[in-house]
């Protein structure tokens, strides 16, 4: 199985902050892989699919990154609604397993 | 509008069932694949089930294997889970999620449905 590994699991940041999640695959899954965000009590949402597309609807502060083995997610300014949990999936093979995730808190 | 409602959640004792239903709504369900995904207290997420559009290919993680059935009724715009033998380790949140295809990942999710499992 391919094992998705995301740093930091937790950062503390404020408003205004560029912030960088990092997600590496334990093998190359070319850029078969999805971000998703969540928050206390909902459902994950759908981010950025195939490494850099941006979901309909979701804001452009949003980027993707990456392929091969390292991918990054960056929200250029973040904002109160961004203080979340966010997740790495790859799609390359089964099972498509998550990254443990990211819990971005404000500082 | 894309809608996904679980349902069938609930608390059942150790080696007991439990049937999770999915009702789709605002889209061609019979166009899609679908999948469950759960979430257990306080963890991330885990992926459980994939279902081909007219069901004839079924993917299963390796933990529930053997326990866990995936179906759809296309008719009736509906999912299903069915779980045998469940153990504790299988208390979580269950989602539906709609695939958006191969390779692709999922664009939209339930609300969730809770399962406990506890004597």
């Known amino acids: 199985d391919i094992q998705l590994t995301q740093s930091p699991s937790f950062l503390s940041a404020s408003v205004g902050d560029r912030v960088t999640i990092a997600c590496r695959a334990s093998?190359?899954?070319?850029?078969?892989l999805a971000w998703y965000q969540q928050k206390p009590g909902k459902a994950p949402k759908l981010l950025i699919y195939t490494a850099s597309t941006l979901q309909s609807g979701v804001p452009s502060r949003f980027s993707g990154s990456g392929s091969g083995t390292e991918f990054t997610l960056t929200i250029s300014s973040l904002q109160p609604e961004d203080f979340a949990t966010y997740y790495c999936q790859q799609l390359h093979s089964y099972p498509p397993g998550f990254g443990g995730g990211t819990k971005v808190e404000i500082k | 509008e894309v809608q996904l409602v679980e349902s069938g959640g609930g608390l059942v004792q150790p080696g007991g069932s439990l049937r999770l239903s999915c009702a789709a709504s605002?889209?061609?369900?019979?166009?899609?694949?679908m999948s469950w995904v759960r979430q257990a207290p306080g963890k991330g997420l885990e992926w459980v089930a994939n279902i081909k559009e007219d069901g004839r290919e079924k993917y299963y993680v390796d933990s529930v294997k053997g326990r866990f059935t995936v179906s759809r009724d296309n008719a009736k715009n509906s999912l299903y889970l069915q779980m045998d033998s469940l153990r504790a380790e299988d208390t979580a949140v269950y989602y539906c999620a709609r695939k958006v295809g191969l390779g692709l990942p999922f664009d939209y999710w339930g609300q969730g449905s809770l399962v406990t499992v506890s004597s």
């Open positions: 605002g889209f061609t369900f019979s166009s899609y694949w």
């Open positions: 093998q190359d899954i070319d850029s078969y």
